[in-house]
């Protein structure tokens, strides 16, 4: 793994459980879930923290989002040319109204409120677009994003805002997974601090693109 403090290894880890976490309750009961659709989350309020993952691809209906050509305005008054995949756009909104209430009574709730977005594969996609949107909507709140195996999810002007206003981003990636490289034609761009694995890091008989084999790479 590519050089981190100890305290972000920490934070990797405890974001790749909850990422797991998204994709299977039954050993997260305590956990809040949310799921419009074929969309998922789930979240954890800890002090002044506030903690979202979002679930990653889990069925044919959710692999079809990732091959939705195009991609949607995203823009803000500081960046107005800004778009982001089109696909992991509609993924992302189905929640966005019930999740930005939730995040709005935690910010009312805690001083120093410190909002981590995570997730894995598409769920990663769509935690980069939350984070932003976030940062975006309450500058006062500091936003930190972990994503891992996720493919690009906005064009260079999305890129260069989420770099300003999400500066604590982890993108963790191992070289053999193949949904790191989805947007073959080069429409968008990934965004946040990349963390590279070691390729020889994957357990034999592990799929590299599996939230689980992360998790091991991360011991």
Same mark, same amino acid.
């Given at each position: 793994?590519?050089?981190s403090?100890s305290?972000?290894?920490?934070?990797?880890?405890a974001?790749?459980?909850l990422?797991?976490?998204?994709?299977?309750?039954?050993?997260c009961?305590?956990?809040?879930?949310?799921?419009?659709?074929q969309?998922?989350l789930?979240t954890?309020?800890?002090l002044?923290h506030?903690?979202?993952?979002?679930? %990653?691809?889990? &069925?044919?209906?959710?692999?079809r989002?990732n091959? *939705? !050509?195009g @991609?949607?305005a995203?823009g803000?008054r500081e960046?107005?040319?800004t778009?982001?995949?089109?696909?992991?756009h509609?993924?992302y909104q189905?929640?966005?109204?019930?999740l930005?209430?939730?995040?709005?009574?935690f910010?009312r709730?805690?001083d120093?409120p410190?909002?981590?977005?995570?997730g894995?594969?598409?769920?990663?996609?769509c935690?980069?677009?939350?984070?932003?949107?976030v940062?975006?909507?309450s500058?006062q709140?500091?936003?930190r994003?972990?994503?891992?195996?996720a493919?690009?999810? %906005?064009?260079? &002007?999305?890129?260069?805002e989420?770099r300003?206003? *999400? !500066?604590? @981003?982890?993108r963790?990636?191992h070289?053999q997974?193949?949904?790191?490289?989805?947007?073959?034609?080069?429409?968008h761009?990934?965004?946040?601090?990349?963390?590279?694995?070691?390729s020889?890091?994957?357990?034999?008989?592990?799929?590299?693109h599996?939230?689980e084999?992360y998790?091991?790479?991360?011991?």
């Amino acid at each position: 793994m590519s050089r981190s403090s100890s305290g972000d290894v920490d934070l990797l880890r405890a974001c790749a459980q909850l990422s797991l976490c998204a994709y299977d309750d039954s050993q997260c009961r305590e956990l809040e879930y949310l799921e419009i659709d074929q969309t998922r989350l789930c979240t954890a309020h800890v002090l002044d923290h506030l903690f979202i993952a979002f679930r %990653g691809t889990h &069925s044919c209906q959710t692999m079809r989002v990732n091959l *939705v !050509p195009g @991609s949607r305005a995203f823009g803000s008054r500081e960046a107005p040319t800004t778009r982001v995949h089109r696909g992991y756009h509609d993924h992302y909104q189905v929640v966005r109204p019930s999740l930005l209430r939730k995040v709005d009574e935690f910010l009312r709730e805690v001083d120093e409120p410190c909002v981590t977005i995570a997730g894995h594969s598409l769920g990663g996609a769509c935690a980069t677009i939350c984070a932003l949107d976030v940062a975006r909507r309450s500058p006062q709140c500091r936003v930190r994003c972990v994503t891992f195996g996720a493919p690009p999810a %906005g064009n260079e &002007s999305f890129c260069e805002e989420f770099r300003r206003r *999400v !500066p604590t @981003s982890h993108r963790v990636v191992h070289p053999q997974d193949p949904a790191v490289y989805l947007d073959r034609l080069r429409l968008h761009r990934h965004a946040g601090q990349p963390v590279l694995l070691r390729s020889s890091s994957v357990p034999a008989r592990c799929t590299p693109h599996h939230i689980e084999t992360y998790i091991r790479c991360l011991r």
